[in-house]
């Protein structure tokens, strides 16, 4: 009779034990997912900018007037994947702050992303659609290279989500030179 109280011991403990493990990886697999998807969303800001860049030089080589960073004006943006001309107006293209100001008081300002029908995060303000934990900010900067003169665009992609009651930020920066 011990030994069976024993064994039931032993295997209850055993299995408190496996179903801790189990809910601690489940909830490291959420928090894993929110940076994957962070991270992904900083780069999708980084690379819509960077469509801009690329329209407006292929502009100024077909018309052979313009510069690579018309419509980059200095300063934070909101904007999402559909966004082509930044400053446009829209809800989804639209000029937030100063480059002075701190990326913390722009957050403050932000609408969180929500996803459409087909799953993309979009800025809107659809209150049928889905509100996600994420905000994404965009900061452009020009600027001169001091070593050569060459004119040079600082984008910084921010996303902030919200995960188990905290806040966390994610930067992503690259820089695109006039080269042309």
């Given at each position: ?75 934070y943006y909101v904007l999402d994947f559909s966004c082509f001309r930044l ?69 910084k992609s921010y996303v902030q989500w919200l995960s188990r009651d905290f ?14």
């Open positions: 009779m011990v030994e069976v109280m024993v064994a039931l011991s032993i295997a209850t403990l055993s299995l408190l034990g496996i179903l801790s493990i189990l809910t601690r990886s489940l909830n490291l697999n959420k928090v894993y997912f929110d940076k994957l998807v962070a991270a992904n969303l900083a780069a999708e800001g980084i690379e819509v900018v960077k469509n801009i860049i690329d329209k407006n030089v292929a502009l100024k080589l077909k018309q052979d007037s313009g510069s690579f960073n018309d419509d980059l004006n200095d300063g400053g446009s107006g829209s809800f989804n293209c639209s000029n937030i702050g100063g480059v002075n100001e701190s990326v913390d008081i722009v957050f403050g300002r932000v609408y969180f992303l929500r996803l459409d029908d087909l799953n993309r995060y979009v800025y809107t303000n659809d209150a049928n659609l889905k509100q996600t934990n994420f905000k994404r900010v965009v900061r452009i900067e020009n600027l001169i290279d001091t070593s050569n003169g060459g004119r040079f665009i600082k984008i806040s966390n930020i994610l930067l992503v920066e690259d820089h695109f030179y006039d080269w042309r």
